[in-house]
């Protein structure tokens, strides 16, 4: 049976507002991890470096080279990546339209972490 008790839910709800506001309002003051983690978190993010980190490709290529990832998710990873100018999108003006990805500097400084990370999760598993 449950018991719904308005002083604890209106208690819940309160401290839930008030931890949703402090996160919002720290929201530049980040620590490294938490900083590191918006840009690169999720389940694609890696791979998409790793791919552009071999060399540049179209979106095509992209999708296939991943991997079990739908077109709409690629194409939200791609454009927050591009926000945080991790990634480059170079549109040609031919017919059909073509597009490139690659990485930028700030985008390629972060590979030489995310292969120490793919060493370390190796280990794990031996």
Known sequence: ?????????????????????????????????????KLIGGKWKLCILWQLSLEKKRFGELQRSIGGITQQMLSKQLKEMEKDKLINRKVYEVIPPKVEYSLTTYGKSGIPVLTNLCEWANKSTK
């Open 1 to 37: 049976m449950v018991v719904y008790n308005k002083n604890a839910s209106t208690h819940f709800l309160h401290t839930t507002i008030q931890k949703h506001t402090i996160m919002n309002t720290n929201d530049n003051k980040d620590s490294p991890t938490v900083a590191a983690i």
